[in-house]
């Protein structure tokens, strides 16, 4: 965190307007919760509700060679997408280590947008920028300050949609993006989300954001919609078991340890971090990381406590925190390979005291 | 906020409530909001001696865990057990129900300096 004055969104004033807490997060200011984490968390796994995206980052690569060039950045396979379609994927360092994880868009046949990490926008564009040498036609732009965001997730999306943009337009499939049109404001909707629940995230002009935000609550209040704060992303993120850069993933991480192999493409013949991976997954990772619940009533996980096993201590959690919908405190840590078993009991550390936990499939939660 | 006029409060955000020798104690109106929806509550051990401002008990939020003080020196003589089933008696009654310990003071004057209501209330605001 910098010392400067925090960075605000376009939607500053209607959160404040709204009542919301608002948290210093990163370098930013941002609606922590507005009518409480449980509340918002239940509208997203029960109705919908809407998030400020606007912090996170967007990046536009152009060119005749953004593709080839993009697939030596990125370790899925940037060629395998179609106009409108998108992938999650990663930003490695040399050693295979995680920078980043975002979403990118082809939007054009010579066009691409990567949607990053708030917390990582900057270092993500100086490291591409410098990565650039050798595809000079290759065009990449910082349009992060210029738009806003919202994240709208929770299984009456599609209808507050209908409501929104009449009953015959239709979103796009999932991971895929679309522009569409709303009050002469220019949308860009892309279908995915980081709640397990259906949804979209759509971006905008920043001009836009106080418009489209109101008009997406009013139209919204019919399908019981909530504004949601990070908390509820949080609670909602990791009951999925959908990994917080800086958290469950650093520099100090390959994909392949935090399980999420399936989005990086070895067949490639290079990308930065590649050889790290391969090596990764042929000798297998020392440590891997785990998704575990508690075992009966007890204080809630946090990052950093302590896992332990047998007496020894063999990790710390990434993440934690009760998850609303089973009751129950869970989290994920980096646990040593033999350890890292579904079904592992194991004990976390919670003021001085050890609690029993066990290691569990991903994700924690399935709607039943 | 509802702050009743007839408790005794500290800087952090606990009420006092006066029982013969003993005090009764819990977290104000204005401290469960902040902290908003309680999930669990670490109680203290009846028998446990309590120095002034000292940690007590805990009490977590989904979001975060917050430390609980001793308003005065004393030993604890009850806690609250219903918070064990229930944590959420802090938000939806935090000047009953939601009690956490009872106090049996070691001086009674300890108690005569904490804040009234009116100071509580130009404290919160």
Not at chain 1, 183 to 188: H, I, K, Q, R, S
Not at chain 2, 23 to 29: A, C, E, L, S, Y
Request: glycine share 10%; hydrophobic share 40%.
């Amino acid at each position: 965190m910098s010392d400067a004055a925090p960075k605000k969104t376009p939607l500053y004033e209607e959160h404040v307007r709204l009542g919301a807490k608002m948290i210093p997060f990163g370098d930013w200011i941002m609606p922590v919760q507005y009518s409480g984490i449980m509340d918002e968390h239940q509208a997203v796994r029960n109705n919908v509700g809407v998030f400020d995206i606007s912090h996170m980052g967007q990046l536009v690569a152009k060119g005749t060679a953004s593709a080839g060039w993009l697939n030596e950045m990125l370790t899925n396979n940037v060629e395998k997408l179609e106009v409108g379609s998108g992938q999650y994927t990663f930003l490695l360092n040399e050693r295979g280590g995680i920078i980043d994880d975002l979403i990118v868009y082809r939007t054009a046949p010579e066009e691409f947008l990567l949607v990053v990490n708030a917390s990582r926008a900057d270092e993500d564009f100086a490291w591409l920028e410098r990565h650039l040498a050798g595809a000079a036609s290759g065009q990449l732009k910082n349009r992060s300050a210029d738009f806003g965001g919202v994240a709208i997730q929770g299984p009456r999306v599609v209808d507050l949609f209908h409501a929104l943009l009449g009953d015959d337009v239709d979103l796009p499939a999932r991971n895929h993006i679309a522009e569409s049109k709303m009050d002469g404001m220019d949308l860009a909707i892309g279908r995915t989300g980081y709640t397990g629940e259906d949804g979209v995230e759509v971006f905008f002009s920043a001009n836009d954001a106080a418009n489209f935000w109101n008009t997406v609550l009013k139209k919204g209040e019919q399908f019981g919609i909530k504004p949601c704060g990070l908390g509820a992303r949080d609670t909602l993120r990791l009951e999925m078991c959908y990994p917080l850069n800086g958290s469950d993933l650093s520099p100090e991480h390959n994909p392949i340890e935090a399980g999420l192999g399936f989005f990086v493409d070895l067949k490639k013949p290079e990308f930065v971090g590649r050889e790290v991976l391969v090596q990764a997954k042929e000798s297998g990772t020392t440590d891997r990381l785990v998704a575990f619940r508690m075992k009966g009533k007890g204080p809630p996980p946090r990052p950093h406590y302590p896992v332990w096993l047998a007496g020894e201590q063999i990790g710390e959690a990434t993440s934690g925190t009760l998850s609303p919908s089973l009751n129950q405190g869970i989290g994920m840590a980096y646990l040593p390979t033999q350890h890292a078993r579904v079904g592992t009991e194991i004990e976390i550390e919670i003021r001085g005291q050890k609690f029993p936990a066990v290691v569990e499939k991903k994700p924690l939660y399935k709607k039943s | 906020m509802n702050v009743p006029d007839d408790l005794l409060y500290t800087e952090s955000h606990e009420w006092i409530k006066r029982e013969g020798e003993n005090i009764r104690v819990g977290i104000t109106d204005h401290a469960q909001a902040e902290l908003t929806d309680v999930v669990y509550v670490e109680l203290p051990k009846v028998g446990a001696k309590a120095e002034a401002r000292g940690q007590i008990a805990v009490v977590e939020s989904v979001k975060a865990a917050s430390d609980i003080y001793a308003p005065v020196k004393g030993t604890v003589v009850e806690a609250n057990a219903a918070l064990e089933g229930n944590p959420a008696l802090i938000n939806t009654d935090p000047f009953g129900e939601g009690w956490i310990f009872v106090l049996k003071v070691d001086s009674p004057d300890d108690v005569k300096q904490l804040k009234d209501a009116a100071a509580y209330r130009a404290q919160i605001g």
